[in-house]
């Protein structure tokens, strides 16, 4: 999975904030009510995903406010895209689209009525390639010779 893509889906997620959590709900346009999902963490994992991927992987003790483990889990949701919904790892967007709204739903096409979920896949997209190219670019600016005195 490319690490360029995980930081773009935390990026939206969260913006690397490691307690992010949705908005509450307004009861009657002014006092703050319930939450619309179990959300939290950098990864934004709802509680069911998180377990599930806490079981597969044999790691009790993850936390969804930990950075590794939240980059751990997102690289095994697009790992288990690729193997339920036949993603290529490379295939942002579509990976995305499965990410916000489920396996399931992506493989019932929810996403052609779904213009938000359209709009969130292509930023993550285009935030991807930004970081691919910051990657890139670090990686040969970090791979010269220097000579210390």
């Known amino acids: 999975v490319p690490i360029s893509s995980i930081l773009a ?3 939206k997620e969260s913006g690397f904030r490691r307690f992010a959590k ?3 709900t307004k009861l009657f346009k002014i006092i703050p009510y319930r939450r619309p999902s179990s959300s939290l963490g950098y990864s934004q994992s709802i509680k069911s ?4 991927y806490k079981k597969e992987n044999n790691k009790p003790t993850a936390f969804r406010t930990s950075y590794k483990s939240s ?3 997102i690289a095994w949701y697009f790992w288990k895209t690729n193997k339920i919904n ?3 790892f490379t295939d942002t967007r579509n ?5 916000y709204l489920g396996w399931e739903a ?4 929810a996403y052609r009525t779904d213009k938000k979920a359209i709009i969130f896949a292509k930023s993550v997209e285009k935030q991807a390639k930004i970081y691919k190219n ?4 670090c990686k040969s600016i970090l791979n010269k010779s220097y000579i210390i005195f």
């Open 9 to 11: 889906v935390i990026n």
């Open 71 to 73: 980059s751990d889990f």
């Open 95 to 99: 990976m995305y689209l499965n990410y």
């Open 22 to 24: 949705p908005k509450r």
């Open 134 to 137: 910051q990657l890139q670019e």
């Open 106 to 109: 992506y493989k019932n096409k």
């Open 49 to 52: 995903s998180w377990d599930l």
């Open 86 to 88: 036949k993603i290529a």
